[in-house]
Every structure is written in structure tokens, then in C-alpha cells.
């Protein structure tokens, strides 16, 4: 499995490092098919787990609140009319599933519109780039941190959602998150950062990056299911790769627009 992983990551992260610098429309096409695909693989997950959901309207109406963010729309009729649909599919079904119709609207939301935030941090003026690259080396660094002081240190389980993760691999994360965004700070940004306000970003990064991942741990837990997809060879599925930006995207999206 180790082969595949690291073939897939040769590729994957420089392709997702040159479109996030190109940006434009470029970046946001690819920010929409990744939010299309983590709501599929989201519908496949609760499928599999025998869990209810109208597959079609949740992947639809998750990549056009995706397409809202990315390319700017009007977000509370797309809401509006996903939410009027997923009703009225279950109002004409032979069998009527009211945990349907929640399903699927949680699914668009969850995994088609907070990642799609992603889109909204490279249009920040005027370090948006900047911004998103600390985000992803962030992130990368704080799941690898995690599971090496995990592997080597761990003692205290940190969840009963995903057992293999341990206190002292979280705090690894946490800290490798706030040391990345430091870097960023002084050879990055070069005084357009402060350090306080970089540390305070890189704990924020590192605090809802590790609750993203466990809030999917919920849903496949929920649902029985172990990986959400085999789309990404030795990564699992789309969602289990993106999972870590659920919650820190727009987490960190709205802190930086606070002026």
C-alpha cells in the first residue's frame, strides 16, 4: 500500500499546489469536482451503511452550494431550492423518510459546501495564495505529526470515533500546525503576518483540522463503513483525503475576513 500512496501523492500534491497558485477559474472548477466527489463518496458511505439518502439531490445540490462559494452565487436560493427538492422527492415517494431528506441536505452542506470554503481563501486579498498554501502544508504537516507522535508516544485515546487516534498524537498535530504557520509567518509573509496572529491561525488550524477528521470518523462510524472511497490508490476516497477542511476551512476563511 505504501507504493501507491506515495505515487498518488507525487502526483496529487503538485497538481493541487500549480492550480492553487494558477487560481481562478482553474482552481475553482477543481475546488467544485472535489466538493461533487466528497458528496458522492458521502451518499456511497451512508448507502453502504444502510443508511437512507436521495443520492442524486445530495451530490447535485452539494456541488452547486460548492459552485456558489467557488465561482460566487446566490447561496440562499440554491439552499432554498435543495431544501424544496429534497421535501418534495420525499412527499411523492411511495415510502416517506423525513431522516431522508435531513440526510441529504447535512451531506450537501457537509460535504460539498464547507470544504468548498477552500476556493473563498485564495480570493482574499491580497495574500490569498499564501494563505491557502500555509493551509494545506498545515494540515499535511499536522496529519503526519499526528500519526508519527501517535504511533511513537500515544497512550490516552482521544475518541471512541476513531480509536487509533491519541492525545498525544493530537497535540503533535497541533503544535506542527502552529510551527508551520510560523515559518509561513517570517519567510512567507515577511511582516504581513504578525507571529501572534500566525500562531493564533495555526492553532486554529490545528484545532478544527483534527475535529474535521473526526466528524467524518462520525459519519463512517455511524454508517459501519471503514473508507469512504478507493478513488486515490492508497489514500482511500476523496473524502478521506479532504476530510481535514470540513470544519477548518470555514473556520479559518471567516477569521481572516474579520477586519
Sequence with gaps: MLLPRVLTALV??????????VGGPAFSLLVVGVSALC?????????????????????????????????????GIVLAAGTAAAILVEMF???HSLDRAALT??????????????????????HGQAYLFMT???????????????????????SALSPKKTWEGAIGGFLAAVAVCEIFSRFVFKGALPPL??????ALIGTTGQLSDL?????????????SGALLPGHGGVLDRFDSYILCAPALYY?????
Excluded at 496529487?12 to 497558485?21: E, N, Q, S, V
Excluded at 494540515?139 to 503526519?144: G, I, L, N, R, S
Excluded at 477569521?255 to 477586519?259: A, E, G, P, Q
Aim: glycine fraction near 10%.
Design 12 to 21: 496529487g500534491i503538485p497538481l493541487l499546489l500549480y492550480l492553487a497558485h
Design 39 to 75: 458528496c458522492y463518496e458521502y451518499a456511497l458511505v451512508l448507502r453502504l451503511g444502510g443508511r437512507p439518502v436521495q443520492a442524486p439531490t445530495e451530490v447535485l445540490l452539494g456541488a452547486a452550494l460548492a459552485a456558489c462559494a467557488a465561482f460566487g452565487g446566490p447561496v
Design 93 to 95: 415517494s411511495a415510502a
Design 105 to 126: 441536505l447535512f451531506g450537501a452542506v457537509f460535504a460539498g459546501w464547507m470544504p468548498a470554503h477552500l476556493a473563498l481563501i485564495r480570493e482574499i486579498r491580497p
Design 136 to 158: 494545506f502544508v498545515s494540515v499535511w504537516c499536522m496529519d503526519t505529526a499526528a500519526y508519527a507522535v501517535g504511533r511513537s508516544l500515544g497512550r490516552q485515546s482521544l
Design 197 to 202: 496572529r500566525a500562531a493564533g491561525l495555526g
Design 215 to 227: 466528524a467524518e470518523s462520525l459519519v463512517k462510524r455511524d454508517a459501519g463503513v471503514k473508507d
Design 255 to 259: 477569521v481572516l475576513s474579520l477586519k
